[in-house]
């Protein structure tokens, strides 16, 4: 044989044996870091940040073995594809920003699908009923969704009322309270529109308020906002709706110890009190129902379907008063005249 030509077959040979060692050490690098682990590593990617950040930060927590190669690999999705031909792997591939849980067990093509979905990791919270505006706030901030500050101001921005069409200076009152999904990186906006469109969806299952006007609605918002803070037994509801009603009809002011408590602590920034004093009743405030008549300026809480019911749909009574008679149960003893009316002299609030 030839000299050249074992020269030549030399050559091809140690191409090869170059050609396998580097499959042999690409298919390595590709493999999952450990098949066996299934524990997830939560990873946050913000807005904005680049694939090869993002490779950075999958090497940094050991979801991959090579941040270079997973770069290319997402730059050229024909790259991908052809590394991993079993697994669904899309022309365009578009990481996006989102929380997510991978582990070390998932190969380039795994994570890059789980990246490309957007997914987030949602956060509970529950929201009581007869909450105001500044006490969801602090539940938000508490859990981590937004600061109660600016939650607060976005509640009063009048670009945003004029959006759901409110006549009034907040939202406070159409802020539905119910457990919610959000998530970490949520903007206030959408905080704000998921609780605002639920009140609308729930609102829609009243009959009686199909139709009727923004004002109309807001004004039966306020009664239901004073009922919510005053009712403690659903059934007393429609009751306790009345008696508003009936003193609303003849300029008799509604007497509600929910709206002095609603002065003391909203207004002048005190402790939740124990009970209502005389003097508290007296203070000069539009929201002192025992000083003026009719209903507040503004709601003074966040009513749920009980207390929207039942402004929506008082009970037909002669009822002109009511008055607790079991603090501990709740329940209520309601009166016509003043007369059957037996006044204590420590006015309890009802605390949810």
């Known amino acids: 044989m030839k000299k050249s030509v074992k020269i ?4 091809i040979l140690f191409f090869f044996i170059i050609l396998a060692a580097a499959c042999l050490y690409l298919f390595n690098q590709i493999k999952p870091v450990s098949s066996s682990n299934t524990d997830d590593i939560r990873l946050e990617i913000e807005y904005g940040t680049s694939i090869y950040t993002i490779s950075q930060l999958l090497k940094e927590e050991n979801l991959i073995r090579n941040q270079q190669l997973f770069y290319y690999a997402v730059r050229y999705p024909k790259v991908l594809k052809f590394l991993y031909p079993a697994e669904s792997v899309t022309e365009n591939i578009e990481l996006k920003s989102g929380i997510y849980h991978l582990n070390p067990g998932m ?21 009581p009923e007869g ?9 938000l901030e508490e859990k981590g969704i937004c600061n109660q500050k600016d939650f607060k101001s976005f509640c009063y921005n009048q670009q945003l009322l004029n959006k759901y069409n409110i006549p009034a200076s907040s939202l406070e009152g159409f802020l539905f309270p119910d457990t919610y999904f959000f998530t970490s990186n949520m903007k206030i906006e959408s905080v704000i529109d998921m609780m605002v ?15 009727i006007s923004m004002d109309d609605l807001y004004y039966k918002v306020k009664l239901a906002s004073i009922v919510e803070r005053e009712y403690r ?3 007393e509801a429609p009751l306790i709706a ?5 003193r609303l009809k003849y300029n008799i002011g509604l007497y509600s110890c929910a709206t002095v408590e609603y002065i003391l602590t909203e207004i002048e920034g005190r402790p939740h009190p124990e009970r209502i004093l005389i003097e508290d009743t007296k203070i000069d405030s539009p929201y002192n129902t025992y000083k003026y008549a009719g209903l507040p300026p503004t709601p003074i809480s966040n009513p749920g379907m009980v207390a929207l019911n039942a402004a929506a749909n008082p009970a037909k009574t002669k009822y002109y008063f009511f008055q607790i008679v079991d603090p501990q149960e709740g329940r209520h003893v309601f009166t016509t005249t003043f007369d059957e009316h037996v ?3 420590n006015l309890y609030t009802k605390k949810r």
Request: hydrophobic content about 40%; charged content about 20%.
């Open 8 to 11: 030549f077959l030399s050559f």
């Open 107 to 127: 190969n380039y093509a795994q994570i890059v699908k789980a990246l490309s979905s957007g997914q987030q990791e949602y956060i509970k919270v529950s929201i």
């Open 233 to 235: 037994i659903a059934d």
């Open 242 to 246: 009345s008696v508003f009603v009936n």
């Open 197 to 211: 469109s639920n009140f609308f969806d729930k609102i829609s299952t009243i009959d009686s308020l199909k139709g």
């Open 131 to 139: 909450l105001t505006i500044s006490k969801i706030g602090e539940i």
């Open 343 to 345: 006044e204590s002299h």
